[in-house]
């Protein structure tokens, strides 16, 4: 079973269980400019929530209030997704995200919401991978070259997710 | 109409809310249009400060004559930001179009689990160019190969 394409609605109540089952205090949407959820676990996190894929994309271009903001702070942004069948469709939208996030000093994550709870948080390996939801978190690094990340190493992501995925079934 | 762009400029330019808005001289509500199309990437940050400049001009315009000049090269000066295709906001709905239509060609099985890699690679790509020019060009090949697939 997959969340993907649920709605965003409903994705959003989910998301909003786990953070209140894991005790994770946060800023709801609709209170914070230009980004859904503000997550406080000894760091900032400015999360997007999208439930397909390629909403990343218009995420991304629409998060520049955020940028501006957790660039302030050294925090991190995210957009979180459920995780896609085809996990090959994440490669472009990511790419896009790194690449109109860079120019600002924040540190830049793709969460993969899977149905049993548990999220596969992708992180630039020069940073460290967010704490917040570490306990229901499996965390893949992927490697940026001046803040992009390469299509040969968007290959790799892909590979390594299916493993981790694979291993968690 | 492209995508959310064209229907946003419907809405501002083709309903005259911004005519009414300079008719009234409510640059309050006209600031805050203008701070929201940055916000939601309709328009670039150096369109927006160009209007900025512009508002500021009209908020010390004291002549009647003068306002309603600035006040129609403004609506033009926002009509040519919402069609000029500002990097953020034009970039990001070519890019989900042409995933959308890649994404259908596999599911319809009119490209196999390996052309679907080979011309994700190159969407991948596309989401790396920074270049305007380059691109709209990588775009339009990008977009022809896809194309050509659906036939």
Same mark, same amino acid.
């Given at each position: 079973?997959?969340?993907? #394409? ?16 894991? #005790? ?114 499996? @965390? ?9 990340? @390469? ?19 | ?29 006209? +600031? ?34 003068? =306002? ?21 906001? =034009? ?7 042409? +995933?959308?239509?890649? +994404? ?10 390996? %052309? ?26 990008? %977009? ?8």
């Amino acid at each position: 079973m997959s969340l993907h #394409g649920i709605g965003e609605s409903f994705f959003e109540m989910y998301f909003r269980r786990l953070l209140e089952k894991h #005790g994770v205090n946060y800023i709801p949407p609709n209170v914070i400019r230009g980004v859904d959820y503000l997550l406080t676990a000894g760091e900032l996190v400015f999360l997007e929530l999208e439930d397909t894929v390629d909403e990343i994309y218009s995420a991304a271009a629409h998060m520049e209030l955020a940028y501006r903001i957790a660039s302030l702070y050294n925090g991190y942004v995210v957009i979180a997704v459920p995780v896609p069948e085809n996990l090959s469709s994440i490669r472009s939208p990511l790419a896009y995200f790194l690449r109109i996030s860079r120019k600002y000093h924040v540190r830049r994550e793709l969460w993969l919401v899977l149905h049993d709870g548990r999220i596969i948080k992708i992180y630039e390996s020069k940073n460290r991978p967010s704490s917040v939801l570490s306990e229901i978190s499996v @965390t893949v690094p992927v490697r940026t070259v001046d803040g992009l990340m @390469t299509v040969a190493e968007s290959r790799r992501l892909v590979d390594r997710l299916r493993e981790v995925l694979s291993s968690l079934r | 109409m492209e995508g959310g762009t064209g229907v946003i400029s419907e809405l501002i330019l083709g309903t005259g809310v911004l005519s009414s808005l300079l008719r009234s001289r409510d640059l309050t509500t006209l +600031h805050r249009l203008l701070s929201k199309l940055l916000e939601l990437g309709f328009i670039s940050r150096s369109e927006y400060e160009s209007l900025m400049d512009e508002l500021v001009e009209l908020a010390n315009t004291e002549s009647e004559s003068e =306002f309603e000049e600035r006040a129609r090269a403004l609506k033009g000066r926002v009509a040519a930001a919402l069609s000029a295709g500002s990097e953020g906001r =034009f970039q990001w709905e070519v890019l989900m179009r042409l +995933h959308s239509l890649l +994404h259908d060609l596999l599911r319809k099985k009119l490209v196999s689990p390996a %052309e679907y890699e080979s011309l994700m690679d190159e969407l991948v790509e596309l989401a790396n160019t920074e270049s305007e020019s380059e691109f709209e060009e990588r775009a339009r090949k990008l %977009e022809g190969k896809l194309r050509a697939r659906e036939r």
